[in-house]
């Protein structure tokens, strides 16, 4: 594993880094361009392109010996020790629709660990960022989540309902039921937000390792739990079924839900 001098070293290059991806992406926001349908139905633009193509050239001037699992253009180096894990825009579509709750995700694994995880809100202007051992920041001030221990008491968000819905329609009514308010949503920043001690729990759906991997060194070094829906650890297999919450009891009392 790292030490903390150069996970430091690898935050502060990765800041750097997705800083200036960031502006590419909101120099097409709000903006008109072409919009294509991959394979898997989900869009992209010029903008989801230009920004991991950024990204990529940044990490293999900076660590060429590294790998670079990407959204757009793939793999290189899985088997290397040392792999970035690259979402240019986490949330197409609200970027489509003019929403500026899109986000970018970097990750940095070891030996397939996430160590170090950013969470850009580009049109927000927030950054989250988190590295093992190094706690956990919005912006660069500590973040910490919220001690809320029960599911009758949780803000509780639910991503990618309408997936959640078409899959189980039970499963999500007893979600709609669930928590002391709840909202639908997509995409990182309910995740950033429970890191943050705004909202207590999240529970997602059909994600990719790009969608998660950056999340769990932010919402672990901000005191949370975050697991696919069995509770266990997230890595590059996982199946794209992810819930965070603020607290082991929290998340404990989800991942039963979850079960039924």
């Known amino acids: 594993m790292p030490d903390t001098a150069d996970l430091r070293r690898y935050l502060d290059m990765a800041l750097d880094i997705t800083e200036a991806a960031s502006r590419i992406a909101l120099s097409h926001f ?19 392109q230009e920004t991991e193509q950024a990204i990529r ?12 699992f990407g959204e757009e253009y793939g793999t290189e180096g899985l088997n290397n020790e040392t792999v970035w894990v690259v979402d240019p825009i986490d949330g197409t579509r609200s970027f ?32 989250y960022a988190g590295a093992r051992g190094l706690g956990a920041t919005r912006n660069g001030s500590p973040i910490q989540v919220s001690d809320c221990n029960r599911l009758n008491d949780a803000m509780l968000f639910i991503n990618e309902g309408e997936k959640i819905y078409a ?13 002391r308010l709840r909202r639908l949503a997509y ?18 759906f059909d994600l990719k390792p790009y969608d998660y991997l950056a999340m769990v060194p932010i919402i672990e070094e901000a005191g949370g739990v975050v697991t696919d829906w069995q509770g266990k650890p997230l890595d590059f297999s996982s199946d794209g079924r992810v819930v965070s919450a603020a607290t082991p009891n929290l998340h404990a009392e989800l991942l039963a839900m979850l079960a039924e």
């Open 30 to 48: 709000n903006g008109a361009f072409e919009i294509v349908t991959k394979s898997d139905a989900s869009p992209v633009t010029v903008a989801d």
């Open 187 to 204: 995409d990182c920043q309910p995740h950033a937000l429970m890191a943050a001690g705004q909202v207590d729990a999240v529970v997602d």
């Open 57 to 68: 050239a940044a990490l293999q001037q900076v660590f060429p010996e590294d790998g670079i």
């Open 167 to 179: 899959e189980d329609p039970a499963l999500f009514d007893r979600l709609m039921a669930a928590g």
């Open 96 to 127: 489509i629709a003019g929403v500026p709750l899109f986000g970018m995700l970097l990750a940095m694994t070891r030996n397939e660990i996430p160590q170090l995880g950013i969470c850009r809100l580009p049109a927000l202007g927030q950054v």
